[in-house]
Every structure is written in C-alpha cells, then in structure tokens.
C-alpha cells in the first residue's frame, strides 16, 4: 500500500468512528436531538430532506428537516420536535403537496 493510500484509509477510518461516536457521546452528556430549531449553518447532521449530508449546512432557520442537539427536556420548550414527530409532519406536507399539485 502506498503512502497516500494509507493516509486515506487512516483518515477515512478516523472520520468513521467521530460520526459513530458523536451521537453516543451526546445521549451521555444528556442532550437529545431537537427538530425544527437549527439556525441558518448550524444545524449537527445530516437532514431529513436529503439537501445536505452534514453539520452547518442548512441554508434555511427552523427547517423541520434539520436538527442539532439541545439539553434533554428543553426541545419541546424550544417548538422544537423529536425525530417521529418531525418525519410525521414531513410525510403531511408531501401529502398535501400531493394534493395540491
């Protein structure tokens, strides 16, 4: 293997185990994943919707879709949702949109 494969497999590896080891760490630190609050390039992850595959790239404020992690029990007090909820209220907007179009 040569020097340049190594380094990307080392980095690849890397990167694998931040993203498996990220939400782990926040369940533990008592923070819960809240729906619909993320400001403009500050959401954590990736979106429901499929416009992006990461943190901080939600173009739009409070897009349902997009989530960042908040204290345990504050996201309701935030109009914010858990994950069912937000996938619900997706799934009834492409269904109206349905009926619209």
Sequence with gaps: MN????????????LSTLLVATPALAQEKGKEKCYGVALAGQNDCA????????AGQTKASNDIADWKYVAKGTCAGMKGLTAAQAK????????????KG
């Design 88 to 99: 619900e209220k997706i799934e009834m907007m492409k269904k109206d949109a349905g009926k």
């Design 47 to 54: 979106s429901f919707s499929g416009l992006h595959s990461c």
């Design 3 to 14: 020097q340049q494969a190594m380094i990307a497999a080392a980095a690849a590896s890397l």
